[in-house]
């Protein structure tokens, strides 16, 4: 680096270089080094290297919530992609001048706090809530239905809270076709079935995979929706983080758990670009 | 903003100093602290907790300081002396620590009372709505009972739901004997289709809305609940309830002991303890406050839980690490 | 015949669709609009007893709530300056220079867009622990600089992406100093992609709770304030508050965007010569600027990523 240079260098990239080094390395290599600490009789963390941590982390019960949190986690995930592909085709294809507020009318409900959004769908639900309500009403039910407290409304929670990483993604993707080649595709003879999935699906394929992984990951903390809509009956990895840091008392548990979720977390960010890799080859 | 809203409010006193105050939520009655604002002119910032394990691990995690008054329960203060989380409390600012029942002082868990004095109490007792539940419930182990699928609401609390798992088997709710927590944990795991909703905040609201017909829950709550809708009853487990007794203290490192030591002081009078037991009506050690409530008051037996319930009940102590990894591992499968 | 009828159904079919899709968006929303006016005063304040104004009164007397509201508007306001301040110098640092350690922090950066936000939150927790900072407004603006960073620089990044270093070189050659270059040459280019981050930042904080939960300390923030609400029943005039922000936004939208919703997406943006811009002046860039909420944006640092790794 010339030597003129480094003055106008320390100064734009030294800040950013400290809090990155300071909040986010340093942290994260403390909560790695936590990982493998002991706690004492009244749970203070000492600096006795353990693997117990770890040991206590892959055994069956673990390993089922794990299991259970990337089931939701996947389940959630399809969700979004069965319900914000045809939307965003749609949307995205609309040939209307009110394209933008369409696109618009996506984004705002998410401006409102998402924790009371979440409540919102308890009063909702709920078994004196208004979709009750409604049900007794019509005579369709004559007793309330239990609609709360269930994986499935977790997973109704999930979706909602995040469809727009979905919707988003896909909406780009999708703007950018050329009709010409759905033309071309259509008068070459083929039917819009196949039109879809030989020309429409792998031109937006890139959509589908950074949707996945925007709504896949943020799904496995979101620690807060199982909390309100799932009544604590159906825990994720976010849950019992947050339990080991909060009433379990317990750092180098809940240290050697997010250990467990960042590694999960990269490799499938690894996966993504393995497919990244894949669409490249395909042309797009 | 700020300095606006506690402006208007200190009006005349002099320096508008403040207390961070860190309480169970749903527990401490606004007005009564309003009532201390009023009174002192200091500025009380209120915290909340949904369990014991929640305030200990704060208290660790946050610098001394943080907090000028806690409200921990029995072990939780055994826990906090052991650590020496506490300041002593200067007897002679405590005025009206005579306003309580000496059948509530000198506890087992601060032997003199020398760091803490009694606040509330209660048992961690059931509540059904008979008008949907056809079985008659009268114990702990009743809750075991696979008619009650997918209609229990439990406090989001492990010490509570394992340890009721233990009075229904005759056992202590600290027990500590490896192979008879195996047992527990299995009994343990027959409950999990029978619950719905784990809540210690609020566990009055999944019975009041329906969406619960029975609840492991605080005593208060039940009462509460009751007043909201007529069918639901309270029951007192046969096997012994799980007890508790919630203190004030005075964290280490608090920099206002004064004005903190004036706060418990104001809760220790008859009218504060009024206010708070007619929003929570627990268990109130407090004798004037109890006169000031009157006769129906001291006669509902929801809410002035009887002396025999107390007398059979067991408190919680603490447990070592080991029996501690045992509990919470059974708490994650229960929770899985 | 028989295909445009098929073509008409299938429209009626997409249209029902969409509207079910926005149905299920706009649910919970106008659930809270709705209990805002609800005349319940009992927790936890779920069945409707009625219409009434009330809570657009009382909201004005909860001052734990407007106190908390304030508390997160100044947390937003001087972490967005300084992540955007911080973001923008090393955004611009970053493209000009190479230094030992690039890579590093370029990889540091994708860390917050890309792991869960708990383990975020947990490790500055025990960090803050560790090195005795008590938890509070401080910590809290820490926190927020440091996940919206990243934001504001992939934001500026892709700005930079299309700007030419050699005329700030003729700048130079023409006697202008470095300061002067900067604020003259580079910012102005760089605009669109600053205040896109920055408000971008100001969106990720006002909502954020779950770093915000990890290192608060005493300070309540809005949304933690609302977590707490949520344990023992939503009160109506959090509704209330709720309902007016939201009402805000939609205006601040409709105002700034208003001539946007009359051209399509593809025109604006980059096509537009320095000119246009001028012409169409600020309201346009705000504008643009907004669209690109979180979601949109972070779609874009997942390419960018996926980009710098090819």
């Keep these: ?36 600490c002991s706690i004492d009789e009244y749970y203070n963390v000492t600096f006795d290297f353990t693997l117990e941590n770890y040991m206590r982390l892959f055994n069956a019960d673990y390993l089922k919530i794990y299991a259970q949190s990337l089931g939701i986690a996947f389940i959630t995930t399809v969700l979004c992609i069965l319900i914000g592909y045809p939307f965003s085709y749609i949307i995205a294809r609309t040939k ?17 706090n998402s924790l009371i959004r979440i409540y919102g769908w ?51 993707a999708i703007e950018k076709l050329d009709d010409s080649l759905l033309e071309a595709s259509q008068d070459l003879g083929a039917k819009p079935v196949n039109t879809f999935f030989e020309v429409i699906l792998p031109l937006t394929m890139s959509g589908i995979f950074s949707g996945s992984l925007m709504v896949f990951i943020p799904c496995l903390g979101y620690f807060f929706v199982s909390d309100i809509l799932g009544g604590g009956n159906t825990d994720m990895i976010g849950n019992l983080i947050e339990r080991q840091f909060q009433s379990g008392n317990n750092w180098p548990l809940g240290a050697a758990l997010s250990i467990i979720l960042i590694i999960v977390t990269l490799l499938l960010v690894k996966v993504y670009q393995k497919m990244g890799g894949d669409m490249d080859a395909l042309g797009v | 903003m700020t300095l606006a809203g506690c402006g208007s409010k200190t009006g005349s006193t002099e320096t508008g100093s403040s207390i961070n105050v860190f309480i169970w939520t749903e527990y401490v009655s606004d007005a009564a602290i309003e009532a201390f604002e009023e009174e002192s002119g200091i500025k009380v910032n209120v915290s909340t907790y949904s369990s014991n394990e929640d305030l200990m691990a704060k208290l660790k995690s946050e610098t001394e300081g943080t907090y000028d008054v806690i409200l921990p329960s029995d072990y939780a203060v055994e826990y906090l002396i052991s650590q020496d989380k506490l300041m002593e409390l200067d007897k002679d600012k405590l005025t009206n620590l005579s306003n309580i029942s000496s059948a509530y002082l000198d506890p087992s868990y601060d032997p003199g009372n020398v760091y803490s004095v009694p606040y509330e109490g209660g048992v961690a007792c059931i509540a059904v709505n008979t008008s949907k539940v056809d079985m008659e419930i009268t114990s702990y182990d009743d809750l075991f009972n696979p008619s009650l699928e997918g209609q229990i609401v439990v406090l989001d609390d492990y010490r509570a739901v394992i340890g009721m798992t233990e009075r229904s088997m005759g056992l202590s709710m600290n027990e500590s004997d490896a192979d008879k927590l195996a047992e527990v944990e299995e009994k343990l795991l027959t409950l999990k289709d029978n619950i719905k909703l784990y809540d210690s905040d609020s566990p009055k609201s999944a019975l ?45 490192g608090s920099t206002h002991y004064d004005e903190a030591m004036e706060f418990i002081n104001f809760m220790l009078s008859a009218e ?13 050690p407090n004798e004037a406050g109890l006169e000031l409530m009157g006769e129906e008051y001291v006669a509902n037996t929801a809410k002035n839980v009887p002396s025999e319930v107390i007398e059979n009940g067991e408190f919680i102590s603490n447990l070592d690490t080991d029996t501690m990894a045992i509990y919470d591992e059974m708490w994650t499968k229960l929770k899985e | 015949m028989k295909r445009k009828r098929r073509i008409k159904r299938n429209k009626i079919l997409g249209v029902g669709f969409c509207a079910l899709v926005y149905l299920f968006l706009f649910l919970p929303i106008s659930v809270i609009v709705a209990n805002s006016f609800n005349a319940t005063t009992t927790k936890p304040y779920m069945s409707w007893k009625g219409f009434t104004l009330d809570w657009y009164v009382k909201l004005w007397e909860n001052t734990s709530l407007l106190e908390a509201f304030g508390t997160t508007m100044i947390i937003a ?34 860390i917050p867009v890309v792991i869960p936000e708990i383990v975020l939150g ?27 960073i990243p934001f504001v620089i992939f934001n500026v990044r892709a700005r930079l992406a299309g700007y030419d270093i050699s005329i700030e070189e003729a700048s130079m050659d023409l006697g202008a100093n470095r300061l002067t270059t900067f604020f003259e040459i580079t910012l102005p280019v760089l605009m669109p992609g600053i205040m896109g981050g920055a408000l971008l930042a100001f969106t990720l904080s006002i909502d954020d709770v779950i770093i915000s939960y990890f290192v608060n300390g ?24 709720s309902t007016l922000i939201l009402i805000g936004t939609i205006l601040f939208v409709v105002l700034t965007q208003g001539d946007l919703f009359k051209k399509s997406s593809k025109e604006s943006g980059k096509e537009e010569t320095k000119y246009e811009k001028k012409k169409h002046g600020k309201k346009v860039f705000v504008g643009n600027a907004f669209s690109n909420t979180v979601y949109d944006a972070r779609r874009m640092w997942f390419e960018d990523w996926q980009y710098g790794n090819r």
């Design chain 1, 1 to 36: 680096m010339d030597k003129k240079q480094i003055k106008p260098a320390l100064v734009t990239i030294g800040p950013v270089t400290v809090i990155m080094v300071l909040l986010i390395a340093l942290p994260l290599i403390y909560v790695a080094v936590m990982s493998f």
């Design chain 1, 96 to 112: 209307s001048r009110r394209k933008k507020v369409l696109y618009m009318l996506v984004i705002i409900p998410f401006w409102t």
């Design chain 1, 122 to 172: 308890r009063t909702f639900l709920g078994n004196s809530g208004w979709l009750n309500g409604i049900l007794t009403a019509l005579g369709i039910v004559s007793e309330p239905v239990d609609f709360l407290y269930k994986s499935g409304t977790t997973i109704v929670g999930m979706v909602y809270c995040l469809i727009p990483f979905m919707i988003l993604p896909l909406y780009t």
């Design chain 2, 208 to 252: 009041i809305s329906g969406d619960c017909s029975v609840g492991m829950i605080w005593s208060a709550e039940v009462a509460l609940s009751m007043e909201e809708n007529p069918d639901i009853e309270i029951v007192y487990p046969k096997e012994g309830a799980y007890v508790f007794m919630d203190n004030w203290a005075i964290p280490t």
């Design chain 2, 272 to 284: 504060a303890a009024q206010m708070n037991v007619s929003d929570f009506p627990y268990l109130c």
């Design chain 3, 77 to 110: 306001v001087v972490s967005t300056l300084l992540a955007t301040v911080i973001g923008t110098l090393g955004a611009i640092g970053m493209y000009k220079y190479k230094f030992k350690g690039k890579g590093l922090i370029d990889g540091l950066l994708y």
């Design chain 3, 122 to 148: 947990i490790s500055l927790l025990t960090i803050f622990s560790k090195a005795g900072i008590p938890r509070g407004m401080i910590t809290l603006i820490l926190a927020h600089v440091t996940f919206c």
């Design chain 3, 218 to 241: 005493q300070t309540k923030t809005y949304p933690l304030k609302i977590m707490e609400s949520v344990k023992s029943g939503v009160a109506p005039d959090v509704n209330a508050l």
